[in-house]
């Protein structure tokens, strides 16, 4: 019987960009962070939940997902995942099962 953490192969059904955080000085002694393509993954994305916060005055809309893939070591919180107009910023990485099948990472996604 498989465990209730376990997704089939089909529930990985969105393709999502993972893109890394690439550091380059902005000439003013501090540094300017941009995203680069890693590599493009199939994923199950699940809404936990989601609210309103202000941000400099400014109300964001935050919504809290858990995005299932196959596993990679290579994934760490910084990073993110793009697709379908959205950007899910990750929080954690971790595989709950410890058998390197699935990667199980905590996102944020950000709305103004």
Do not use: K
Not at 37 to 49: F, G, I, K, N, T
Not at 77 to 86: C, E, L, T
């Amino acid at each position: 019987m498989a465990s209730p953490s376990a997704n089939p192969i089909g529930a990985l059904g969105r393709r999502l960009v993972l893109e890394q955080p690439v550091a380059t000085p902005d000439g003013a002694g501090g540094m300017t962070i941009t995203f680069e393509p890693l590599a493009h993954v199939w994923a199950e994305v699940r809404w936990l939940s989601g609210d309103e916060r202000f941000v400099a005055g400014r109300p964001e809309q935050a919504s809290r997902h858990v995005i299932t893939l196959r596993w990679r070591g290579d994934v760490t919180a910084g990073m993110r995942f793009v697709g379908d107009g959205a950007v899910y910023g990750i929080v954690s990485a971790g595989d709950p099962a410890g058998d390197r099948r699935r990667l199980v990472c905590q996102c944020e996604e950000i709305s103004p």
